[in-house]
């Protein structure tokens, strides 16, 4: 049972983490320069995530300092999504 109980303390977290980056990155691009919110203002979950990480370039350099905070945010939230995984297996 406490296993279980763990289980579910440790996904409720990550959910609750994941959503948080999510809403993070929306607030995110509010204040975005232009050229970066056209790029992504329209995309939701999966597909944002996706987008804004690829918005760093090659050279590791970031596009500016929101983009590089939204990449952040979007890797937090895949390490979160992939413990959800495990956690429902």
């Known amino acids: 049972m406490e296993m279980i109980?763990?289980?579910?303390?440790?996904?409720?977290?990550?959910?609750?983490?994941?959503?948080?980056?999510?809403?993070?990155l929306l607030g995110l691009l509010t204040w975005a320069l232009e050229e970066l919110?056209?790029?992504?203002?329209?995309?939701?979950?999966?597909?944002?995530?996706e987008a804004a990480l690829r918005l760093e370039p090659a050279g590791?350099?970031?596009v500016s300092v929101t983009a590089a905070t939204e990449v952040a945010l979007c890797v937090r939230g895949q390490v979160l999504m992939s413990f959800l995984v495990r956690a429902d297996m």
């Open 60 to 62: 590791g350099v970031p």
């Open 37 to 49: 919110r056209a790029r992504l203002w329209k995309l939701r979950g999966r597909h944002l995530v």
């Open 5 to 24: 109980r763990a289980l579910r303390v440790g996904r409720r977290s990550a959910m609750k983490s994941r959503i948080q980056a999510g809403n993070q």
